[in-house]
């Protein structure tokens, strides 16, 4: 299994949109779920949302509960995602993950493979 590929990311201000990928080369995410994650300066390490092989979408926080969207498209093998209301918080670095067949339950589960290098999200003004 490869390395997941994350793009995307870049400097907007508050209140604004981007859209993240994830492409992890060698996997079929019509087999695969993936997790979204980040790393930010104010609480380390987060868990975003996944999205399973059927779709099923799992929150890991409540946080960006309505601002942040996941999908995928299984006929590109990537995923997505979708970012708005941007906050001075939400800076940092996102990740994407793959798992097996469905999310796990916990974002720190070793059920989800290694890390990409990630994507820089910066919001400022």
């Known amino acids: 299994q490869s390395q997941p590929v994350e793009s995307g990311g870049g400097s907007v201000q508050p209140g604004g949109s981007l859209r993240l990928s994830c492409v992890v080369p060698?996997?079929?995410?019509?087999?695969?779920?993936i997790g979204w994650f980040r790393q930010t300066p104010g609480k380390g390490r987060e868990g975003i949302l996944c999205?399973?092989?059927?779709?099923?979408?799992?929150a890991y926080s409540d946080s960006m509960e309505g601002r942040f969207n996941i999908s995928k498209d299984n006929a590109e093998n990537t995923a997505y995602l979708q970012m708005n209301s941007l906050k001075f918080d939400d800076t940092g670095i996102y990740y994407c993950?793959?798992?097996?067949?469905?999310?796990?339950?916990?974002?720190?589960?070793?059920?989800?493979?290694?890390w990409g290098r990630g994507t820089q999200v910066t919001v400022s003004s």
């Open positions: 993950a793959p798992s097996g067949l469905w999310c796990p339950d916990s974002w720190a589960s070793d059920e989800f493979g290694s």
């Open positions: 060698g996997i079929d995410l019509y087999w695969h779920a």
């Open positions: 999205i399973s092989s059927s779709g099923y979408i799992t």
